[in-house]
């Protein structure tokens, strides 16, 4: 039997997150390319934001949600890639029943806006689609 040591440094992250997010980092930022393992308490989700070149995520536990302020919304589950292409407004999370968890390469800064509102995390359950004007302003 043979155990490889993970990095024993996982992050609480607070400032752009809604809800109890942690966070293991598998590729500090370099040459602007982050891998990080993000786990979200059922509820959890990311403020609305976008990224300066994309990001990848690869889900790997639980049930999520990605919302794109354009309206586009789908569910995420194990197994599932979502790609998010450059300066597309979006947040991911999980579902107000699960855990979640999910592998994000993000390429390029990041930029941070609001955090995602009670009603549209709720609505965009039960409608399936957030409608843009609930985005942040501007
Ligand atoms: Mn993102």
Redesign the pocket.
């Known amino acids: 039997m043979r155990v490889s040591p993970g990095n024993g440094r996982t992050q609480r992250r607070g400032d752009t997150f809604t809800g109890g997010v942690w966070a293991d980092s598998a590729l500090p930022a370099a040459d602007g390319v982050a891998v990080t393992t993000v786990i979200f308490e059922p509820g959890a989700r ?1 403020y609305w ?1 976008r ?1 300066e070149v994309g ?1 990848v995520l690869h889900v790997t536990h639980g049930e999520g949600w990605l919302q794109s302020a354009t309206g586009e919304g789908q569910p995420l589950r194990p197994g599932d890639i979502a790609h ?1 292409p450059a300066g597309e407004l ?1 947040w ?1 999370g999980a579902t107000p029943a699960s855990v979640f968890s999910h592998v994000a390469v993000s390429i390029g800064a990041t930029e941070w806006m609001d955090a995602v509102t009670e009603d549209d995390y709720v609505n965009a359950f039960g409608r399936g689609r957030v409608v843009a004007s609930s985005g942040p302003a501007g």
């Open positions: 990311t934001h990224h990001q998010i979006h991911h």
